[in-house]
């Protein structure tokens, strides 16, 4: 189930709270103001969505929105129910063979785990079934770097763009020397296409980038964890054994509580 990752969000908004508390707290509103100039955002914003279209795909393109979202979603993937499945699973195939583990395909949700199990039941070799899963984890950690590769493209372009639009800025206003009136216009330019290129590419197109590759390790590494579980099936391991495997897989943190909890059992 996807919830909203709301440090996402309030990540960003602190970024930009503390921008605006700093150009305030020196300027007050009237400062605020001077660093809302629409030509700047214009270039920097169009500027990078030029070069992502230049960079990618339309198919590609139209998929960033889709994308981006994913890094304010927080789909919970708990390692110790993966174990606790697989360790209810490894005790009905020995009980009742792998063929009942069928019947049990309809309580998962989780695709990849129906599909080791499915190999399972099938009696596909324990390395082939190893070889087909980690075909399917390869795959999704391309497309997953395709996805994430147009995130850290814009984090790269924003701020040339910015410094596109400074140079932009200088030029008229060195053109425009005589003309006191226009020089300050042309400052903004010069200076903020510089400012919004830094700040999009440090508050958003990278730190998003950077929170799609976290999900995607953890994602992989799940995964993992379910090819392990697979073949433990598969070769007719002991629940205990299967649960001694992939306890492995488990947060230090959790693997100590438990572990203390056991101890404080036997005593």
Same mark, same amino acid.
């Given at each position: 189930?996807?919830?909203?990752? $709301?440090?996402?969000?309030?990540?960003?908004? /602190?970024?930009? !709270?503390?921008?605006?508390?700093?150009?305030?707290?020196?300027?007050? $509103? !009237?400062?605020?103001?001077?660093?809302?100039?629409?030509?700047? %955002?214009?270039?920097?914003?169009?500027?990078?969505?030029?070069?992502?279209?230049?960079?990618?795909?339309?198919?590609?393109?139209?998929?960033?929105?889709?994308?981006?979202?994913?890094?304010?979603? !927080?789909?919970?993937?708990?390692?110790? +129910?993966?174990?606790?499945?697989?360790?209810?699973?490894? +005790?009905?195939? *020995?009980?009742?063979?792998?063929?009942?583990?069928?019947? #049990?395909? @309809?309580?998962?949700?989780?695709?990849?785990?129906?599909?080791?199990?499915?190999?399972?039941?099938?009696?596909?070799?324990? @390395?082939? /079934?190893?070889?087909? =899963?980690?075909? #399917?984890?390869?795959?999704?950690?391309? *497309?997953?770097?395709?996805?994430?590769? %147009?995130? #850290?493209?814009?984090?790269?372009?924003?701020?040339?763009?910015? $410094?596109?639009?400074? =140079?932009?800025?200088?030029? &008229? $206003?060195?053109?425009?020397?005589?003309?006191?009136?226009?020089?300050?216009?042309?400052?903004?330019?010069? &200076?903020?296409?510089?400012?919004?290129?830094?700040?999009?590419?440090?508050?958003?197109?990278?730190?998003?980038?950077?929170?799609?590759?976290?999900?995607?390790?953890? #994602?992989?590494?799940?995964? @993992?964890?379910?090819? +392990?579980?697979?073949?433990? =099936?598969?070769?007719?391991?002991?629940?205990?054994?299967?649960?001694?495997?992939?306890?492995?897989?488990?947060?230090?943190?959790?693997?100590?509580?438990?572990?203390?909890?056991?101890?404080?059992? @036997?005593?």
């Amino acid at each position: 189930m996807k919830k909203i990752d $709301m440090l996402t969000p309030i990540g960003i908004l /602190i970024g930009i !709270s503390m921008v605006v508390f700093g150009v305030i707290s020196s300027g007050g $509103m !009237s400062g605020f103001l001077a660093f809302i100039d629409v030509p700047s %955002m214009l270039i920097v914003l169009g500027g990078v969505f030029g070069t992502l279209c230049v960079s990618f795909p339309l198919k590609q393109l139209k998929n960033m929105g889709r994308v981006g979202k994913q890094a304010f979603q !927080s789909k919970e993937i708990n390692v110790e +129910e993966i174990v606790g499945t697989f360790v209810h699973l490894s +005790e009905k195939a *020995r009980r009742e063979g792998l063929l009942s583990l069928e019947a #049990e395909l @309809e309580q998962i949700d989780d695709s990849f785990v129906k599909k080791g199990i499915l190999l399972a039941v099938d009696g596909v070799e324990p @390395e082939m /079934i190893r070889e087909l =899963l980690e075909a #399917e984890i390869a795959a999704v950690e391309e *497309r997953h770097a395709r996805g994430r590769s %147009m995130f #850290e493209k814009a984090g790269d372009y924003a701020p040339a763009w910015g $410094m596109i639009g400074t =140079l932009v800025g200088l030029v &008229l $206003m060195l053109k425009s020397l005589n003309t006191p009136s226009s020089l300050g216009p042309n400052m903004a330019i010069a &200076l903020l296409t510089t400012f919004y290129g830094a700040l999009l590419s440090n508050l958003f197109f990278q730190p998003i980038a950077a929170k799609l590759a976290g999900k995607t390790e953890h #994602e992989l590494f799940v995964k @993992e964890v379910i090819i +392990e579980g697979v073949i433990g =099936l598969q070769a007719g391991q002991n629940s205990r054994f299967v649960q001694a495997k992939l306890k492995v897989f488990a947060p230090v943190e959790k693997r100590k509580l438990e572990e203390k909890s056991e101890h404080v059992r @036997e005593a």
